[in-house]
């Protein structure tokens, strides 16, 4: 029977900049209930604390709404679409998002979070210290969270990841029928970031979950970038 368990990591605490993510997350999940961690688990880590630890944070005017306007300006590479205050944008990571990712929420009042300048760096940094200090070798996802196209709702998706797998392609493998498939592409990485969400929530302070069950043949280095749609694929564009 394949099954797969998830949990938030309490005791985290506030998260702020120069904190090393790695040592924190490694004490908070070195025994009960937290830990200890097993091979093969994969930590999902919000990028809100990732943002605060490498410290892209902004002042911004409190008492403006829209101040942050600028900054989403200044972080995109692209403006894709505009509808009143909404803004939907490309960022340098390649990513197609409202706002450029800059966040107001969870962060203190006169400033706002930006994306990791490289989240998969972000990551790493977290897998090996975890490795160093625990002795386990676990995959690390850092997610955020996303509005769809044609969907409505947010749902959370990996922006970093370190030691599994982006995306796991099926084509060319047999369904259950035995038929060829020709197009399957699953987002592992993205499933497993929503499914993590679940266990931490919006806003009860927890921000790193621990994901186990997950099949082995899925970690291996990778890179957010799998799960970015080249240009020349997109029809929308």
């Not at 409190?62 to 600028?70: F, G, N």
């Not at 340098?92 to 490289?118: K, M, Q, T, W």
């Not at 020709?182 to 931490?200: F, G, K, R, Y």
């Amino acid at each position: 029977m394949n099954r797969m368990t998830a949990w938030g990591v309490d005791g985290i605490g506030e998260i702020r900049p120069g904190d090393q993510l790695g040592d924190i997350i490694a004490d908070a999940c070195a025994a009960p209930p937290n830990g200890p961690l097993e091979n093969g688990d994969v930590l999902v880590v919000t990028q809100k604390i990732v943002s605060k630890a490498e410290g892209r944070l902004v002042e911004v005017n409190a008492d403006d709404p829209l101040s942050h306007k600028q900054l989403v300006e200044e972080e995109a590479t692209r403006i894709v679409r505009r509808r009143g205050d909404l803004i939907i944008t490309e960022t340098r990571h390649g990513f197609i998002c409202a706002n450029s990712g800059v966040d107001l929420s969870n962060v203190e009042r006169g400033y706002a979070a930006l994306l990791p300048l490289d989240s998969d760096r972000s990551a790493r940094r977290i897998r090996d210290i975890v490795k160093a200090r625990l002795g386990v070798s676990v995959g690390v996802i850092v997610s955020d969270t996303f509005g769809r196209p044609w969907r409505k709702g947010l749902t959370d998706v990996a922006i970093g990841v370190a030691g599994i797998a982006g995306v796991v392609d099926l084509r060319g493998t047999p369904d259950s029928l035995g038929r060829i498939m020709q197009v399957t592409e699953v987002a592992v990485a993205d499933e497993v970031a929503s499914a993590a969400e679940l266990v931490m929530g919006k806003s009860s302070g927890i921000p790193v979950a621990v994901v186990r069950g997950l099949d082995p043949e899925w970690f291996r280095e990778s890179a957010v970038q799998e799960l970015v749609r080249p240009p020349q694929e997109d029809l929308f564009r």
